[in-house]
Every structure is written in structure tokens, then in C-alpha cells.
Nanobody
Framework: QVQLVESGGGLVQAGGSLRLSCTAS????????MGWYRQAPGKQRELVAA???????NYGDAVKGRFTISRDNAKNTVYLQMNSLKPEDTAVYYC?????????????WGQGTQVTVSS
């Protein structure tokens, strides 16, 4: 089992920045991919960013150029630096982990952290 604990959400004005953190614990020897999804009210869950152990990254089109995902393997922690935030970035952000990026939706999930961007 893998436990994921997120932190760093909050309220920020448009144009501002936030950094989310997600720390994994437990038996994560099979975990190579970690990342972030988000879900806004009335909308489908969408991939924000993902990173694999080797450092390769994937980003959702809506956040490319504004968000950066990074990973500290020694701390079992993944970070999401969010810059130039927009009101449409408002959502609950979930950390996810799995063997591959493709299998993240059916992998392990954190409890979510709220990000609210005011206009």
C-alpha cells in the first residue's frame, strides 16, 4: 500500500503562484510515476502534470508553460510549482502514483487539496 499526503493548496490572486507537495509513504517499490490531477466543480478530472523516476514529464495543455512538476526521489516527494495562476485553475488537486503514467488513474490517490484563484 502507498499513502500520499498533499499540502500547499490555498487561495491566491490571479497571476500569483503556489507550490503543491505530495509525499509518498509505504510500499512504493513499484511506483515509477507520480503526478497531479485536478477536478473543478461540474468538470471532469484532468491530468495536470506527471513525472516518472527518470525525470520525463507530461503536462496537460492548459498548464504548459505555467506549471512545473519536479520530484525528489530521496524524499519520495513530488512538487507542482504553479505560476501565472488563472481563475480557471481553481479546482481540487489530487496527487496520484502508479507504476506508469498510463495507469495513474487506477493507482494510488491522495485526499486532495483545494486551490482557489480569485480574479
Amino acid at each position: 500500500q502507498v499513502q500520499l499526503v498533499e499540502s500547499g493548496g490555498g487561495l491566491v490572486q490571479a497571476g500569483g503562484s503556489l507550490r503543491l507537495s505530495c509525499t509518498a509513504s509505504g510500499s512504493f517499490f513499484s511506483i515509477n510515476a507520480m503526478g497531479w490531477y485536478r477536478q473543478a466543480p461540474g468538470k471532469q478530472r484532468e491530468l495536470v502534470a506527471a513525472i516518472i523516476s527518470g525525470g520525463s514529464t507530461n503536462y496537460g495543455d492548459a498548464v504548459k508553460g505555467r506549471f512545473t512538476i519536479s520530484r525528489d526521489n530521496a524524499k519520495n516527494t513530488v512538487y507542482l510549482q504553479m505560476n501565472s495562476l488563472k481563475p480557471e485553475d481553481t479546482a481540487v488537486y489530487y496527487c496520484a502514483a502508479a507504476h506508469t503514467i498510463t495507469t495513474m488513474p487506477s493507482g494510488y490517490w491522495g485526499q486532495g487539496t483545494q486551490v482557489t484563484v480569485s480574479s
